[in-house]
């Protein structure tokens, strides 16, 4: 649309509760945005304009909803709909964890979960509150999963997440390590089982140490199996990658398991850094179980 770049961006934060939205909505502040939490969604066009009135160069707005936003949530594609009628279009951010990370945190705070009311236990208002959020999930242009994040590296993530998405700015790719035994991440893109390649765990002298150790990433390394896996899977990046970049994709995650996040994993996930900064893509890399 031609106006389109007029109207500044508008940033839906949500995700089950717990998960982070507060720390998420004061990096986007940081950031320059004009942040509301719980604004009921009928007058976001009116802030909109009001605001871009007030200040021509806001970066944007960015709203923070939960589940108990009765006003939205029942009617959220109709109102998405008008909005983009309106030449706004909302870009939701959904950030999620596991529920064993969900159910902790509220133990650790002490706070009463936000829909654990008529006598529901913690688990099932975890649950009852997954159930309202799908949707939206589904919809979600970024889902971040804070099980295993400090809050400096949820604000990084936000950051890259938010910047990345500027119009004209390159793709930015992560890979994740993970042990299958633990649970898979979620909100992955692509994810690759490497179990097939032989296990360090197996061997004395590196069943102590994790792939970020050279002698473990030699021994990995070493194996046909291995090598044939990077062959192949850089060929077909090689290929998906233009795709996903000519898409308009910002950010793209993709996952490596094996049965515990300690050893094969991190090792292909940091040789596959290296390739792709040889490419050209801007990417990192978090092990998720390499220290469980």
């Known amino acids: 649309m031609a ?11 949500t995700g089950v509760a717990g998960s982070g939205r507060a720390t998420a909505i004061r990096v986007l502040e940081d950031l320059g945005f004009y942040c509301v939490d719980n604004l009921p969604v009928a007058l976001v066009a009116n802030v909109m304009q009001m605001a871009l009135e007030r200040d021509p160069g806001l970066k944007g707005i960015a709203l923070g909803i939960d589940a108990r936003e009765r006003l939205f949530f029942p009617d959220w594609p109709r109102i998405f709909a008008e909005l983009e009628r309106r030449h706004h279009r909302p870009e939701v951010i959904f950030l999620d964890a596991s529920d064993e990370v969900l159910m902790r945190r509220y133990s650790e705070t002490r706070r009463p979960h936000p829909m654990a009311g008529g006598g529901l236990t913690v ?12 949707e939206l999930r589904d919809r979600a242009d970024r889902v971040i999963d804070t099980s295993a994040l400090s809050v400096h590296e949820l604000r990084e993530l936000i950051t890259a997440a938010v910047l990345g998405s500027s119009r004209g700015a390159p793709m930015v790719i992560e890979l994740v390590s993970f042990g299958y035994k633990y649970g898979m991440p979620i909100g992955l893109d692509i994810v690759q089982d490497v179990r097939f390649i032989p296990n360090p765990f197996f061997v004395d002298e590196l069943r102590p140490l994790t792939g970020l150790d050279p002698k473990v990433r030699e021994w ?10 990077l062959q192949h899977f850089q060929e077909l990046l090689s290929a998906l990658l233009p795709m996903y970049d000519r898409e308009g994709r910002s950010y793209l995650s993709l996952g490596l398991g094996c049965t515990g996040g300690h050893h094969r994993s991190p090792v292909l996930a940091e040789e596959l850094r290296a390739w792709l900064a040889g490419a050209g893509y801007q990417s990192s890399v978090r092990h998720q179980h390499i220290a469980m």
Do not use: M, N, T
């Open 123 to 134: 688990a099932q208002a975890i649950r009852r509150e997954r159930q309202s959020l799908a």
């Open 3 to 13: 106006d389109e770049q007029k109207y500044p961006r508008l940033l839906i934060v």
């Open 220 to 229: 990995v390394l070493a194996q046909p199996a291995a090598q044939k896996f």
